[in-house]
């Protein structure tokens, strides 16, 4: 009943799964790497949305701790991957703003890829709009030694806040997100002109960009002609138990 209460336990005896879904290269739908997503169904409560939990979390304090159970279990599962597979792709993990402006931040994802000897550059990470809102001195100071050490940092929901061009362009990330909001839009002649005006921004100061939400072909075909390279979303995969998705590909 209480979700606070049933949150501790399930983060106590990890009933928190870790799915994946893939980040395809939308010319040849080829996966590039794939999203960590959070999963809790929980055995009173049921299934409860991550919008929700991670809410929870942050007012009780435990965002960093849920943060580190996803990083530990996406490290441990690539450490395992790179066992048994060939091809070994990154994950990107999202990232709480609060987290992100943390000094322990870096030095605990350097310790999980030496402890685990997994390359940094298997791992991504991503951050809301909300960093660029609070972008203290601690913040800037983890988005470059990450990116030194070859982390790739998104900034995910691109558009849904208050993002702005100059933090951006000062933040050096890697990579935008355009949120699904505005795929959805695209059925319309201004959200197709909008998604184009974000496609054509990414492009001229040299990020990444990856349309999330993909549901139709449609929206594949129009992105591409706009010059989005990159998609996530249910046409191509939904969200799966990572132990699924990296171990179970026969
Ligand atoms: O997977 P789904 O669409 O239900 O996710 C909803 C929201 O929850 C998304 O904004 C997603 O970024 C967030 N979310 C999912 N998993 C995690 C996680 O492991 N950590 C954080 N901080 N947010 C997550
Ligand atoms: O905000 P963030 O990008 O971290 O969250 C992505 C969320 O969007 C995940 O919860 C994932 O389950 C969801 N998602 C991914 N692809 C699709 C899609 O094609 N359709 C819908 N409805 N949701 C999607
Ligand atoms: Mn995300
Ligand atoms: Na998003």
Known sequence: LDVEQRLRIALEQQLLQVFLQPKVSLDSGIAVGYEALLRWADPVLGFVSPVEFIKVAECMGLATSIDRYVLRTVFKNLKRSSEVNATVLPIAVNITSSHFGEPSLVDYIIDLSDSMAVPLELIDLEVTEGVLLDMGEQVQKNLKKLRERGVKVSIDDFGTGYSSLSYIRKLAVDAIKIDKSFVDDMQNETGCQLVAAIVAIANAVNLDVIAEGIEHQEQRDT?????????????????????????NND
């Open 223 to 247: 992105l591409l002609n706009l010059g989005c390279r990159l998609g996530q979303g249910f046409l191509y995969a939904k969200p799966e138990f990572i132990e699924t998705v990296l171990f």
